[in-house]
């Protein structure tokens, strides 16, 4: 599709258990981004990826949070060690220029729910 | 760090004009923008400033000032469709970065 793509779509999981979510960004996108949108709030900003250098992890909210991004296309969150307050939809967006300007292209999100 | 403020909720009525307000700190403006977003959808992008002054597309216009840290969208001839979160962010180009960090957004609701 020519789309941001992201699976799964609905996640339920036990509390404690790891949990893997992907994102398949708009091809050629430089950038790509994860937030986290808990019910009737705003986004939190997780990590940034752009280009080659470096991802900013600054909005990560503990080391349980990890993220790649693979040949500079695929991303996958993990989350380790899940807790309920971790519950959230999970939207990935993908921009096609690094620098200002660009704007943010959203997939669908995961909505995770930790029972 | 940053900082973005946009009241929580709103009401209009159909037919009229809503100015939905943004105040913002951040250390390394790099541009704001502005997303709608339905419940249970992705945001959707509506404008974009880096510039002092006005933005306008069509029903909607976008304003910014950069020595206030202020912005506003403002929805003309307002339809019940318009009912939604509009998302106020900003671009932070402090260290290097151009991460987008959002507010908590304003909720709006169209009344007949």
């Known amino acids: 599709g020519a789309g941001v793509s992201q699976s799964p779509s609905n996640k339920v999981t036990e509390k404690g258990k790891d949990v893997e979510l992907r994102c398949d960004p708009i091809s050629g996108h430089t950038a790509l981004y994860w937030y986290r949108q808990s019910l009737g709030q705003g986004l939190e900003f997780l990590i940034y990826f752009q280009g080659n250098s470096a991802p900013d992890k600054s909005g990560l909210p503990s080391d349980r949070f990890s993220a790649e991004r693979t040949g500079g296309s695929v991303s996958t969150l993990t989350i380790q060690r899940t807790q309920q307050e971790d519950s959230a939809v999970y939207l990935c967006?993908?921009?096609?220029?690094?620098?200002?300007?660009?704007?943010?292209?959203f997939g669908e999100g995961s909505r995770l729910t930790v029972l | 760090g940053q900082n973005i403020d946009q009241p929580t909720e709103m009401t209009a009525t159909e037919g009229a004009i809503v100015q939905i307000n943004c105040t913002y700190q951040?250390?390394?403006?790099?541009?704001l923008f502005w997303y709608q977003q339905h419940a249970g959808e992705a945001p959707t992008f509506l404008s974009y400033n880096v510039l002092d002054g006005l933005e306008e597309k069509g029903r909607f216009s976008s304003f910014l000032s950069r020595s206030k840290g202020y912005s506003y969208l403002l929805l003309k001839e307002l339809q019940m469709k318009d009912s939604a979160s509009y998302l106020c962010?900003?671009?932070?180009?402090?260290?290097?970065?151009?991460?987008?960090?959002f507010g908590a957004g304003t909720r709006l609701a169209v009344h007949p």
């Open positions: 951040t250390s390394g403006f790099n541009g």
């Open positions: 962010a900003v671009r932070d180009g402090a260290g290097g970065y151009n991460k987008l960090i």
């Open positions: 967006a993908s921009s096609p220029i690094a620098g200002p300007g660009g704007e943010l292209f």
